[in-house]
């Protein structure tokens, strides 16, 4: 009887700590979810910010390019012409 007592205790412990084993297991992931969770949306909000900037940087250079561009068809028509009034646009 003593030794069905102690297997009784012995499996219950058993299946206790596997219950316990398996619930922390399960934590540790939710956990770990949750912080792959947060780098990855920090991560998406870094990247949109950047390609935010990259429009903007693109958007101020193709303005550049186009006044370089007049500046240069005014240029050459002054040196064609002669006539100031490209010069001063």
Known sequence: MKRQGKL????????????VTAFALALASVI?????QYRAARHLTDDLRW?????????????TRNRLSRA????????ITGDHRYVAT
Do not use: C, N, Y
Request: charged fraction near 20%; hydrophobic fraction near 55%; avoid cysteine.
């Open 32 to 36: 770990a979810l949750g912080v792959m």
């Open 72 to 79: 240069d068809a005014a240029a050459q028509s002054f040196v």
């Open 8 to 19: 009784s205790a012995l499996i219950k412990s058993s299946l206790e700590q596997k219950i």
């Open 51 to 63: 390609v935010s900037h990259t429009q903007d940087v693109l958007r101020k250079l193709a303005i």
